[in-house]
C-alpha cells in the first residue's frame, strides 16, 4: 500500500471514528432522556424548621431563630419548587391559610411572576384565610361561582412547565400533622392537562360572566383585572 | 470466488443481516419506551352514566337501567383502573362512603384479590361510610390511630404496580359534584414512593402495635388479621 493510499485510509477511518462516537453519544443521551424529566414525591407532616433562607437569598448573616436550619424536608422542597417560578404561577387550591406559602406567593408576585388563584367559596372566607392578603397585594383571585360546588383541587402550575399536585391543602394543620402527599413533575403528559383545567377553571369563575351576588345587602364578589 | 467462499460471505451476511434487524428492533422499541408507562389524568365532576358492564362483563342482556350507557367518563375509566387488580389493592383513603367504589372493592375482594385499606379515625364513622361494609366483608381496614391528626391521603395502588392518586375522595359528592383531580400513572418512579408510604403507614397503624381504646365502655379499635 502507497503512503497516499495509507493516508486515505487513515482519513476515512479517523472520519469514521469520530462519527461513531458522536452517534454513541447521541444514543448514550437518547436513553439517559428515556428516564424522562423531573419526578419527585414529598410526604408531610414536614417536620418544622427555619426555612428563611429560601426567602433571602442574600442574606449576610445566619437566621436566629430556634428552628433547626441547614434541614431540607417536604415543605422546604415544596417552598423551593414554588419559588422557582419565574414566569408565572398558576394556583388552584381549595383551602388557603398557611402564612409561609403566602409570603411565598406575594414575594413572586412581587418579583413580576404573574400570579393566578382559583379557590374554593366557602373556604376563602374561613379564619386565617390568606386570601384576602393575596387580593390586597393586587394578585387577581377567582372562586368557585356555585355555591353547591366545591373547587377541592390542589395543584400548583409553575411556568406552565411544573405540576405540583396532591391532597395537601395549603393549611399550618395539612403541612405539619396530616398524613398528605405532594407529586412534582414535569412530564408535559401529566403538566398539559392540568394546565387546561386551570384555564377552563379561570375562565368559567369570570366574575365578568356572573351576575353579583349579595349577602345582607353586601356585594360578596370582588372582581379584578385579568393579567 | 469460489462456490464455498460464496456461501461463507452469503452465510456471513445473512447473519449480519439478521442481528442487524434484531437490534434495529430492540433500538425502535427503546425508543418508543422513551415516551414511559401509562400516565392518565381524570378530571370532575363525572357525569352520571351506567357502570354496569363493568361489574358484570358476561352479562347477556343489556342493562335496563335510565342512565345513559356505553359513555366512557372520568368515573367509569376510574373503575376500569380499580377492577384491573389481579393480585392486590392498597387503599389509602380520608373519606370513603361512594356505593358504587365500595362495591368494586367488595368484588376484587371476592375475585381473591387482596385489599388492604387505611382510613381516617373520625372519618371511618361518618354516615354513609362503607368502611363497615369492608370489615364485615373480611377486608383488612386499618385507621390512623392518632386522633390529632388526619389521615387525607386519597391513593390507591393496584398490583403495586399502578398509582391512582388526586384530591377525590371516594364519595357521591366528590364524584358528581366537586371539581376534582385524579392521576393515574404506572411510572415506577411515583407508583415506589407511594408504595412504601403504604407499608409505613400499614405497619404504623397496626392495631397489634397500639393499646385498645375505649369510648363510651366500648373498645373502639377493631382489630383484623394481616394478610
Not at 407532616?45 to 433547626?68: D, G, M, N, T, Y
Not at 383551602?95 to 408576585?109: C, N, P, T, V
Not at 388563584?117 to 386570601?131: A, N
Request: aromatic share 8%; proline share 4%.
Amino acid at each position: 500500500m502507497s503512503c497516499k493510499e495509507l493516508m486515505k485510509v487513515l482519513g476515512l477511518g479517523a472520519v469514521a471514528f469520530v462519527l461513531g462516537v458522536e452517534w454513541l453519544n447521541w444514543l448514550k443521551r437518547r436513553l439517559r432522556d428515556s428516564r424522562g424529566p423531573l419526578k419527585e414525591v414529598l410526604f408531610f407532616p414536614s417536620p418544622q424548621v427555619c426555612v428563611e433562607h429560601l426567602f433571602i437569598r442574600h442574606k449576610h448573616f445566619p437566621c436566629a431563630c430556634p428552628l433547626p436550619h441547614g434541614v431540607e424536608t417536604s415543605f422546604s422542597r415544596l417552598l423551593v419548587h414554588l419559588l422557582s417560578a419565574r414566569v408565572s404561577l398558576d394556583l388552584c387550591v381549595f383551602s388557603f391559610s398557611h402564612m409561609e406559602l403566602s409570603r411565598a406567593i406575594l414575594l413572586l408576585h412581587k418579583q413580576g411572576v404573574v400570579v393566578r388563584v382559583v379557590t374554593d367559596r366557602d373556604y376563602m372566607t374561613i379564619t386565617g384565610s390568606q386570601i384576602g392578603a393575596l387580593r390586597k397585594a393586587g394578585i387577581c383571585v377567582r372562586h368557585e361561582m356555585s355555591s353547591a360546588v366545591h373547587m377541592h383541587h390542589k395543584f400548583a402550575l409553575v411556568d406552565s412547565r411544573k405540576l405540583i399536585t396532591g391532597s395537601l391543602n395549603w393549611t399550618l394543620t395539612a403541612v405539619q400533622s396530616n398524613k398528605e402527599n405532594v407529586m412534582v413533575t414535569e412530564e408535559p403528559e401529566l403538566v398539559g392537562p392540568y394546565q387546561q383545567e386551570f384555564q377552563k377553571l379561570w375562565e368559567a369563575n369570570d366574575p365578568a360572566n356572573h351576575k353579583p351576588q349579595y349577602t345582607n345587602g353586601q356585594l360578596n364578589i370582588k372582581t379584578c383585572k385579568d393579567k
